[in-house]
């Protein structure tokens, strides 16, 4: 058994590439991730980490138990903080003689720290305050002793090094002095940042897997830089600074993509992470009963479940089992879970989904889901909430909707009781319920 990963990366490096997932990780986010990291890094690209913004979902972790991987490490935000421009640089303590103080500037500081006992910060010596401090001396004071640094120290303007520096930019550019320092969460000091690396500095490196628009991003990524992209969704990327490798094919799911890949290039990949990129393709075409399972991703998992030897439809079964049921989901994971807004003929349109093995346990959650849902609705000034409860054993779907009467009315499905209907054999979000709802909408809205 794998320990669960408590690896949390608290500071990304400028060294790395990230190759990463979207966030509410799923199982194809995260073993696209995992496996596109491991063929890079086979195909010979240096210093190549999977990682994932989020906690993976209960399918995830069974596949990730069930094969021995560690899951990636948890990378919370690629912003840009105080902590990637910080230098340690060596203060002077309080009580030492103002000639230390000079001592640094001599050897080419413009700013000299002062810095107590236990890294408490006492302030900065300028050369403004070095210099009047001497000329008032050479005036006629030179019978008193040697000021200490602590009697000339100026405040100084202090950052916590995880503060992110696109918050306070123009603060430090605006202010006069050349560097501001810097403590850690506790106040202690950490080493001085100048203010002319704020200009130009790092970021963090991305490869997106699994999702192209940065709306589903780790956070802070609109100040990384996208170095690669693969994927399977609609197009809403940003744009880059400079050509990168971009792929976006309708397949089924990330890991044929992946699989491919390793295929093209004869690399087979460890039974580990074959099972992992096996998983995501069961996982994102229900076992191949969505329609947007392509020929592409039965051969792919084909592949795959022959390097592990395993029989994919029986262990598809087992890995879509691993979801907890409807009984037990939190209302909030119910509802928001997995939920997409749309603008449809101007009306704003919320579709959620949740995957269920059975509809069970649906009955029972019915009235308060709905209450829930007219709150929503009230609170995000929604026309129509729909929530798609999707059995993906039998690939059929029902489906919750509630809203403005004129628009439930419309619904072209067959209603089976207070606010529920039959979808059939509909599971896909956005290949068959989107397109069947913007029809009826442009006509009763
Ligand atoms: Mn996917």
């Known amino acids: 058994m794998p320990t669960p990963s408590t690896d949390r990366i608290e500071l990304w490096d400028a060294e790395t590439t990230y190759v990463i997932g979207h966030q509410r990780p799923d199982t194809d986010a995260i073993a696209s991730a995992l496996g596109y990291a491991w063929l890079l890094t086979q195909s010979g690209y240096d210093s190549i980490r999977a990682v994932r913004c989020g906690q993976p979902g209960e399918q995830a972790q069974f596949a990730l138990k069930r094969f021995g991987q560690i899951p990636p490490a948890f990378l919370p935000s690629v912003a840009v903080v105080f902590a990637h421009i910080t230098e340690s640089q060596a203060s002077v303590s309080p009580e030492a003689p103002l000639s230390d103080a000079l001592d640094r500037f001599s050897s080419g500081e413009q700013v000299v720290p002062v810095v107590g006992e236990n890294r408490v910060p006492v302030g900065i010596v300028t050369p403004l305050a070095l210099a009047r401090s001497f000329s008032k001396r050479l005036r006629g004071n030179s019978h008193e002793s040697e000021p200490t640094c602590r009697e000339i120290a100026e405040k100084a303007t202090m950052y916590r090094e995880r503060e992110r520096i696109a918050d306070h930019r123009n603060q430090v550019l605006r202010s006069e002095e050349n560097s501001v320092l810097i403590i850690d969460d506790n106040g202690l000091y ?197 929530l798609m409860v999707t059995d993906v054993v039998t690939g059929e779907s029902r489906m919750l909707v509630r809203g403005q009467s004129r628009l439930v009315a419309a619904i072209p499905f067959r209603h089976m009781g207070e606010s529920l209907y039959d979808l059939g054999d509909i599971v896909s979000r956005k290949k068959q319920l989107v397109p069947a709802l913007v029809g009826i909408m442009e006509t009763y809205s």
């Open 190 to 386: 950490v080493g001085m940042a100048e203010q002319k690396a704020l200009l130009a500095p790092p970021r963090a490196k991305l490869i997106l897997v699994d999702h192209n628009e940065l709306s589903q991003a780790v956070t802070g990524a609109e100040e990384a830089d996208i170095v690669g992209v693969l994927d399977h969704h609609r197009l809403g990327n940003p744009p880059t600074a400079s050509p990168i490798p971009f792929t976006v094919d309708p397949v089924g799911s990330t890991s044929t993509l992946v699989a491919e890949k390793c295929r093209d290039r004869t690399l087979e990949p460890p039974p580990s992470i074959s099972g992992l990129l096996l998983s995501g393709i069961l996982s994102d075409t229900l076992v191949f009963k969505s329609p947007t399972t392509a020929a592409r991703d039965r051969a792919a998992a084909a592949w795959l479940a022959n390097i592990c030897r395993l029989d994919m439809h029986q262990y598809g079964a087992e890995l879509l089992h691993a979801s907890s049921g409807l009984g037990a989901k939190p209302l909030a994971d119910i509802l928001d879970g997995d939920r997409k807004g749309y603008e449809m003929a101007g009306v704003n349109v919320s579709i959620a989904q949740v995957e269920v093995t059975g509809m069970q346990e649906l009955p029972a959650r019915i009235p308060e889901i709905v209450a829930a849902m007219d709150d929503t609705i009230g609170r995000e000034n929604i026309g129509l909430f729909c």
